[in-house]
């Protein structure tokens, strides 16, 4: 579905990227994984041509994303959670979902019954949410696009402990109806249970690509210790 190959990433005269690889297929849960700073964030800003890759090629569903403006990547059928959540933060709940809005099997009615809190705050405005519930609405909003491939940025970070729980049962539910996602988090011990794959990254190259169960304590201490 997705091909990431060989991209390399600057900003401006920085590099950032080195080489990183990366496939989803579809209806896989595949996990981005690497200590802070090893160039997560840039190679999702690189998919959704936010930070474009100076080399290499990103392709979905056979199409060449490379060098499209962000809008046209989103209709190709990527749908964002940004890090930082980025909600609308003068348009209410209601708003903030249906301004993202396409037909398809997501709709208000569904994405308020995956986040009932959502519901209860239908017509709140977004800023005076708490950062949980900000977080579900911004899962909300790119599900509303209805897209083939959700793209998630620290899926859980910072937020209240029942909140986690709240959004990663969420996540496990998208995963039993075969959304196909690409994810990154902090929290292993939620993330590799649902992952069908894990690509890591260090220094800015992809350096280990495999299924969860193959990620042993080297690996582990190699690339994702402290
Ligand atoms: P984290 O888990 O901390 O979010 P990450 O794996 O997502 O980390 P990136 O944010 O992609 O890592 O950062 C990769 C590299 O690019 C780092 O060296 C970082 O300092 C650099 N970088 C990130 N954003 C910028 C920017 N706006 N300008 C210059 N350098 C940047």
């Not at 849960?29 to 690497?34: C, E, F, I, S, T």
């Not at 046209?72 to 348009?91: D, K, M, S, W």
């Not at 396409?102 to 705050?121: D, H, K, Q, T």
């Amino acid at each position: 579905m997705l091909n990431v190959t060989a991209i390399e990433t600057f900003y401006g005269p920085s590099q950032a990227l080195f080489g990183v690889d990366l496939s989803v297929q579809a209806g896989e849960m595949m996990a981005l994984m690497g200590r802070n700073g090893m160039g997560k964030t840039t190679t999702i800003r690189s998919i959704f041509g936010l930070t474009p890759p100076r080399r290499g090629s990103i392709t979905f569903e056979l199409q060449e994303l490379h060098r499209l403006p962000s809008y046209r990547i989103a209709q190709a059928g990527l749908g964002l959670v940004p890090e930082g959540r980025r909600c609308f933060a003068n348009l209410s709940v209601r708003e903030n979902l249906l301004v993202t809005a396409r037909s398809g099997r997501w709709n208000l009615a569904r994405v308020e019954s995956l986040f009932p809190r959502l519901a209860e705050r239908r017509q709140q405005m977004a800023n005076t949410l708490s950062g949980g519930e900000q977080q579900m609405l911004a899962i909300g909003r790119a599900l509303m696009t209805n897209p083939s491939l959700l793209v998630l940025d620290e899926a859980t970070e910072g937020l209240a402990p029942v909140i986690r729980q709240e959004i990663w049962a969420a996540i496990r539910a998208l995963k039993a109806e075969g959304q196909s996602t690409l994810i990154v988090d902090k929290s292993l011990a939620e993330l590799l249970p649902v992952a069908d794959r894990c690509t890591i990254l260090e220094k800015g190259r992809t350096v280990w690509t495999g299924e969860p169960g193959a990620l042993d304590d080297t690996i582990r201490d190699r690339y994702l210790g402290v």
